[in-house]
């Protein structure tokens, strides 16, 4: 079949899917949610059916899938709105955790928060119509047919940012090259975060000439100032960082077996929930270790662990330890984010489950500037080295600070692009 007529017959099975068929699976769809304790789908808002407020005719619309995407985009939001201050600002999510995160941080610097549509194009029309937007951004690898379509037909730039196309997914896409050849053509173009990713986007019919590598919007982090003072003097520092129910005990029993190896190191443990501390200060008391806390501006002058029992304090601290653990990863959650530390050329350890950061992890790895370990065993192995071995610690903390320069300038070329386009 030409590709001519295979696509005139995908883009009329596109649409018709409709508004009336999504809603009469919908209530099934949130009762089965309702049973796993997940929150229902927000339908009305997927479907185009909210108030939206006077926007203007000079809009940007920016958009991150979920918590990751919705972190990754803090540097670029500020430098729109500082560039571009005659432009509304409206950014849209498509989970619910990306919702609440994006209108906790954002809310100040956007014009207008709400959620990306479903891909039924009478929903899209009526969401691109409240909208209005001058140009449409939308980050990593979100490719929707019917709201390509519907932005092509309507002359609204498209673009993806921080473009990228996993290890997992490649295989699959390829199968269905013939229709993300019809997709990715209603783009205007692809800025992704390697030229690995921009091979594949082309592969998978991408137009050459609109295709570049930006690099990765979540590496524009900056550094926090840091005016704790833990008092170790010489003693090097270990963090176990956004821990859970379940690690604690995991990074106290290593730190344990590397005081045995070496006295002079101290502890920071830094529980992702402070309702914990109770628990965790249990745990301590159990290893007979000396701690404090960080509320009572203990340190490490006659302490061997410090609580961090504060909201806000964490990304600063890392400038102040030498090794951390990134915690929600022994406990199947998902992982935290590892940049935070690496930002400072600190290497960081984290468990198998990485799945929220997995993208980050994979270039962090690839560079030799992070590990993700299997196991407990392993775990120990690496902090052990990275504490009792100077050349290696060295190594990997030199190759931590070469990995932010590879991959920092992401905001900057979407800012250029933009200027382009507007």
Known sequence: MEQKTFEKIFKFFCRTINVSMVKSIIPSVNFIRKIKNKPPIPLKEKLGEFTSPNLGEKVIMLHGVSVGEIVSLENLIKKIKATFPEYKLVLTTGTLT??????????????????????????????????????????????????????????????????????????????????????????????????????????????????????????????????????????KVFIAASTHKGEDEIALNAYKKLKEKNNNIKMVLAPRHLTRIEEIEKLIKNTGFKYGFRTKKDNFKDKDIIILDTLGELSKIYEKIDVAYIGGSFNNTGGHNPLEAAIYSKPTISGPSIKNFR?????????????????????????????????????????????????QGAADFVINKLKEIL
Do not use: H
């Not at 692809?190 to 990713?197: C, G, K, T, V, W």
């Open 98 to 235: 990306g919702q609440e995160l994006a209108k906790k941080k954002y809310s100040e610097l956007t014009d207008f928060i709400t959620y990306f549509p479903l891909d039924i194009y009478s929903a899209i029309k009526k969401f691109l119509n409240k909208i209005k937007p001058s140009v449409i951004l939308i980050t990593e690898t979100e490719i929707w047919p019917n709201f390509s379509f519907c932005a092509s037909e309507n002359n609204i730039p498209l673009y993806i940012i921080n473009g990228r196309i996993s290890d997992k997914s490649y295989p699959s896409y390829l199968k269905f090259k013939k229709i993300f050849e019809i997709i990715l053509n209603c783009y205007d173009g692809i800025f992704s975060q390697s030229e690995l990713d921009r091979k594949r986007f082309i592969s998978l019919g991408a137009k050459e000439e609109k295709t570049f590598v930006m690099k990765n919007l979540k590496f524009e982090i900056e550094k926090k100032e840091c005016d704790i003072n833990l008092e170790n003097g010489s003693s």
């Open 359 to 407: 993208d980050i992890y994979s270039i962090l790895e690839r560079e030799n500037a992070s590990f993700v370990v299997k196991n407990k065993t392993e775990f120990y192995s690496i902090l052990e080295k990275l504490f009792l071995d100077d050349e290696f610690y060295s190594k990997i903390s030199k190759n931590c600070k070469q990995c932010f320069s590879n991959q």
